[in-house]
């Protein structure tokens, strides 16, 4: 009854939810006699949180208590078949795995149903499709018998699918399997039609099953309108079926009009069932923007008008004629208690970027309607732009509340934190963005400077390496410095373990990274910091660093514009004494090889040798008071190893 109630109104209700809470708390005490009635409860529940409030998890953990109980498995399977007309070749097609196992009480669960009149099933009439997918083992496209409740439990399978999985050809294809299942079923009218509808929308955006869409809508309005079957066959499964009522499936015909460009055709459906808020859509596509303000004018006339309906027709002619007074008139009707008027009125603001002026307006609607997601978002921007953080991270914050799989709202909602300096609370939104959109290289890289800066080491490797998985020659110098600072001074993580003990994933990664941009210098004078960050350093790590060091002085001293400008002169001149260093220890490492010694010894000496002679070109640069003492002490190593 709750459900039907929601269902009926134009905005979520508070009080409806809390209700539904109330009621879920009171019937978990129960104890079941079978494990049909909880689980037919469970899937009432399931449909309940994913149809009203888009609450996947909650659905989902529903609805695997409802399969568990009534025994059933099921998994998206490949097998070879033709789905073409003139197709020669069998590729490999989706078809659904179903198992029905025993349970405790298997003989009390509910039998199938059986209604004998159902809608029909219109078949995909196209010159190249064939109307189903020909198997070439027929078994792979047959389905078992299904009780009631297994169809349901299948039914809701496929709406979890739907809602929770975006929306693209995969989708599509994953989901066709569920739909065939259901409509081989034949049994229940309630989920017999729920599934021919979903089919219809799914079908809707292609060309060439769209015309099969609108006679199946079409086909599904005509069932509902005639008088078999008797309504108490219709209701069997009604609160865990998805059956829209008639003026919804017309509006579905309207929404299909419009997106094949026949407009009229839309406004007609659309004026018929009183749907105003489309027709004035339509009316704007047209560039008739005077004949919905007429008749949403002429609406206003009714003598029938109830105070909803006036509310909602000055809302929708103001957004006709831009005239904010008449949100103003409509909040005043509802004796200030609308939360439609002040949407309208907030929206008015925000679409003209008066963000100031429209954050009051989005306040004043959530505070009679806190369910809203949709201004909960624009209200959390509308904050951004004004630089009001605090209330920004509270708006999205109650976004994510409602909608927890937007991974824009969480990377807004940590760069609301970080500008109120709460780099924790930015650092856990950001993991929350990441398990929503875990492809997106923004996130990882906002997510990893966010750890370096909260002290999770660890983390931010692991994040540098999902970096270069998305981007193979990602390079961030400050993270990385930060990083081996870190080691070199064996500051404490944010759990209270030595940096120390990140040092070898560190290697790793500027193992990876260095195979991947090898002529970045800055990036090999760092690895070369960071192996020699030990407190005994080993002949094996002294030559590794010395290697790296080469590199970082081969790439950043290539060509001769380095000498010309002050900061990377001083680079070269530092990186050069390090060069020189690692030469002379790498030397004092040899034993009993005077050759070796030597090599090293000569290497340093050529390489100072050059740096010296770039520098010394530029007579004004050498006149610098920081040039001239880098260059002495080149020279001053340089008379230690002749």
Same mark, same amino acid.
């Given at each position: ?326 949100? %103003?008139?409509?909040?005043? +009707?509802?004796? $200030?208690?609308?939360?439609?008027? *002040? @949407?309208?009125? #907030?929206? =008015? ?58 991974? %824009?709202?969480?990377?807004? +909602?940590?760069? $609301?934190?970080?500008?109120?300096? *709460? @780099?924790?609370? #930015?650092? =856990? ?214």
């Amino acid at each position: 009854m709750l459900s039907t109630l929601q269902s009926l109104l134009n905005e979520l209700s508070n009080d409806i939810k809390n209700m539904f809470e109330e009621a879920f708390e009171k019937i978990d005490r129960f104890i079941w006699e079978t494990n049909e009635e909880e689980a037919l409860y469970r899937l009432e529940q399931s449909k309940i949180y994913l149809s009203h409030y888009g609450n996947v998890t909650k659905a989902s953990n529903y609805l695997n208590t409802a399969m568990k109980l009534l025994g059933l498995e099921h998994s998206l399977v490949g097998a070879l078949g033709k789905r073409t007309k003139f197709q020669v070749k069998e590729l490999a097609q989706l078809t659904l795995n179903v198992n029905s196992l025993k349970t405790e009480n298997n003989e009390n669960l509910l039998t199938t149903y059986e209604c004998n009149n159902l809608p029909d099933d219109c078949v995909l009439d196209d010159e190249n499709r064939l109307p189903d997918i020909k198997f070439s083992e027929e078994s792979a496209g047959t389905f078992p018998k299904l009780n009631s409740l297994q169809q349901a439990a299948i039914l809701n399978s496929l709406m979890l699918e739907l809602k929770s999985k975006p929306k693209d050809d995969l989708q599509f294809e994953e989901l066709q399997p569920f739909i065939r299942c259901l409509v081989s079923q034949k049994s229940v009218w309630s989920i017999h039609v729920s599934a021919l509808l979903q089919r219809s929308l799914l079908e809707k955006d292609s060309r060439r099953s769209v015309e099969r869409a609108m006679q199946q809508i079409e086909s599904l309005v005509t069932s509902l309108e005639i008088s078999c079957p008797l309504n108490v066959e219709r209701l069997y499964l009604f609160h865990c079926s998805y059956v829209s009522p008639s003026w919804q499936l017309k509006a579905n015909l309207g929404y299909i009009m419009l997106s094949i460009g026949a407009i009229q055709s839309a406004l007609d459906w659309f004026l018929a069932i009183d749907m105003w808020e489309e027709c004035v859509a339509c009316y704007n596509t047209q560039g008739h923007r005077h004949k919905a303000a007429e008749i949403l004018e002429n609406e206003l006339k009714s003598s029938n008008l109830t105070i909803a309906k006036h509310i909602l027709i000055l809302c929708l002619l103001g957004d006709a004629t831009d005239n904010k007074s008449l949100y %103003e008139e409509a909040w005043k +009707l509802s004796g $200030c208690r609308s939360s439609r008027a *002040q @949407k309208h009125w #907030a929206f =008015y603001y925000y679409a003209r970027k008066e963000y100031k002026d429209s954050i009051d307006h989005f306040k004043n609607s959530l505070k009679i309607n806190s369910l809203q997601e949709n201004l909960w978002f624009r209200l959390g921007f509308a904050c951004m732009v004004e630089e009001r953080w605090s209330e920004a991270a509270e708006a999205y914050r109650r976004y994510c509340d409602l909608e927890s799989d937007c991974f %824009e709202a969480w990377n807004n +909602l940590a760069k $609301c934190y970080i500008k109120s300096d *709460q @780099k924790s609370r #930015a650092y =856990y939104a950001l993991k929350e963005a990441i398990k929503c959109n875990y492809e997106n290289w923004m996130v990882w890289d906002n997510l990893m400077v966010v750890s370096v800066d909260c002290g999770c080491f660890e983390e931010a490797i692991k994040c540098y390496h999902r970096l270069l998985d998305l981007r193979s020659k990602h390079v961030d110098f400050e993270v990385l410095s930060i990083l081996v600072q870190a080691v070199q001074k064996n500051v404490k993580d944010e759990n209270g373990r030595p940096a120390m003990e990140h040092r070898k994933s560190l290697l790793q990664l500027f193992g990876r990274l260095t195979s991947q941009v090898q002529n970045e210098g800055e990036i090999w004078k760092l690895y070369g910091h960071l192996e020699a960050a030990v407190p005994t350093l080993s002949k094996e790590s002294a030559d590794k660093v010395l290697h790296h060091l080469q590199y970082a002085h081969r790439f950043i001293t290539q060509g001769n514009k380095w000498a010309q400008e002050k900061n990377s002169c001083l680079t070269v001149i530092e990186l050069s004494i390090e060069l020189a260093e690692a030469y002379i220890g790498c030397s004092n490492m040899v034993e009993n090889n005077n050759d070796q010694k030597k090599r090293f010894l000569s290497s340093s000496k050529l390489m100072l040798v050059s740096a010296i002679s770039q520098i010394e070109k530029e007579k004004e640069l050498i006149e610098n008071p920081e040039i001239s003492e880098g260059l002495q002490k080149i020279k001053t190593i340089l008379n230690q190893i002749k």
